[in-house]
């Protein structure tokens, strides 16, 4: 019998019923956020907060010229040193990279990675801890192309993108049918950065993946599901950044289309 057919009940707003007694890590990559980074940080404080959760972020910031450091320096004043702390780097090194500075620094039990520039809103984090323990997941991964999450859990709403023109969504929907046509994954949004993970878990095939970009996060999937990690979904609504330029180029698609033939070849 597969384990995730039964359906869970789970209310979706408000504290958890039970006590939550494990400790949430969010890694936070940021370039230039410094506008982004306080309502963010206010966002999930406010999440962690009325949920009765333990938190904490750590900000792996890459050299911003704009300033985000210092603004990273000041938040650590207002919530606590404990609960941000700031993590940089010389320059731009990469995606995958960033993920795997931050996770020398954790101190959680699960780790959530997400962007700085509210395309991933704070207020799906308890549905994705709600899935999780549902079914004792070793990832829950948002998606914005399911109206469902997967296993079943009540109360979530229809995944979608908000803010992209339509080239941009052809694109992105061109990438996940391909990725999905070649590999199988057995996620519907395998380029999403909206993910919680068991610290372990994450540790193990951080280690094992090879790309450090764009492709980053497909091969982290491609390799859980590989692994047999158990995996479940959870829509989100996804939106453009609103302070900044999205870093997303032609060289990134170049690198997912050999990204996909790698993991198809290697995998």
Sequence with gaps: MNPFESNAALSMQGSFSTPNTHKYSVILPTYNERKNLPVIIWLLNRVFTENEL???????????????????????????????????????????????????????????????????????????????????????????????????????????VHGWDLKRKIVSRGANFLADTVLNPGVSDLTGSFRLYKVAVLRHIITLTVSRGYVFQMEMMVRARALGYTVGEVPITFVDRLFGESKLGADEIVQYMKGVWSLFTGV
């Design 54 to 160: 333990s938190w904490e972020i750590i900000v792996v910031d890459d050299n911003s010229p704009d300033g985000t450091q210092e603004v990273a320096l000041q938040l650590a004043k207002v919530y606590g040193e404990d609960k941000i702390v700031l993590k940089p780097r010389a320059g731009k090194l990469g995606l995958g990279t960033a993920y795997i500075h931050g996770l020398n620094f954790v101190t959680g039990d699960f780790v959530i990675i997400m962007d700085a520039d509210f395309s991933h809103h704070p207020k799906f984090i308890p549905q994705f801890i709600r899935l999780q323990q549902a079914h004792n997941l070793d990832i829950v991964t948002g998606t914005r192309y399911r109206s469902t999450a997967s296993p079943p859990l009540s109360g979530t709403q229809p995944g979608g």
